[in-house]
């Protein structure tokens, strides 16, 4: 059971734009998200993070909001660069259980 | 500074092969794991250990074995290995249990 879903496995943006990526749960008790970056041949390197205590984390261009209630987070890169096209993913843990992780989403952002 | 590091980076088995993966990390971080990543899903943990001398089961651990061999290293062993095991295998640390993890770049594996 895929408990942390990334339902558009793409997208595209132009340079300049904000880019939106978007992650949704199914366990209410996960309690700790975090957003990883993956470039191609390269293991995933942590981006940002955000507890269930706040609904928002800002961390220069990246941003993660938080909708508890939805079970709904997202990331925005404003403004998006080339630099940024990489594969994100989304993870989400409960206190001392597994970290689970979304099938991730590939972001193009163009020139 | 190495961070977390993975070898071989690609691997050919035969069914029925066995192989050991290797991880070593730098960090002196207490928490290993061992991860897969498979086409249109994501990273699933098939074993991890919290601490020097403790291993335990994640997701998917069937068909694969683990020896945390001292703080640095963290092993996963496929002793039969099979098609299904096709995958691309990552090792993460962290300083401690579900903290934020760091990763090596991976070992691509492919089983015939």
């Known amino acids: 059971d895929q408990q942390v879903k990334q339902n558009s496995p793409s997208l595209s943006v132009q340079e300049g734009r904000i880019s939106i990526l978007n992650c949704d749960y199914t366990?209410?008790?996960?309690?700790?998200f975090l957003w990883y970056k993956k470039y191609p041949a390269e293991g995933p390197t942590f981006l940002i993070s955000?507890?269930?205590?706040?609904d928002k984390n800002e961390d220069g261009r990246f941003t993660v909001f938080l909708n508890k209630s939805a079970k709904h987070l997202s990331l925005h890169i404003v403004p998006s660069q080339p630099g940024d096209s990489a594969v994100y993913f989304c993870a989400a843990s409960e206190l001392n259980n597994d970290m689970r992780f979304g099938a991730g989403t590939r972001l193009t952002v163009k020139p | 500074n190495a961070g977390v590091t993975q070898t071989p980076k690609f691997q050919v088995l035969k069914t029925g092969q066995s192989m050991t993966l290797q991880c070593a990390q730098d960090m002196n971080h207490n928490s290993m794991y061992w991860y897969r990543q498979d086409p249109g899903m994501g990273l699933r943990l098939i074993y991890y250990s919290a601490s020097e001398g403790t291993t335990d089961k994640g997701e998917v651990p069937n068909g694969y074995n683990v020896s945390r061999l001292n703080k640095r290293e963290f092993s996963l062993r496929l002793e039969s290995a099979a098609p299904s095991q096709t995958s691309v295998y990552f090792c993460?640390?962290?300083?401690?249990?579900?903290?934020?993890?760091?990763f090596g770049a991976g070992t691509r594996l492919s089983v015939l």
């Open positions: 366990n209410s008790m996960f309690d700790y």
């Open positions: 993460a640390s962290s300083e401690e249990d579900k903290n934020i993890q760091y």
């Open positions: 955000i507890s269930s205590i706040k």
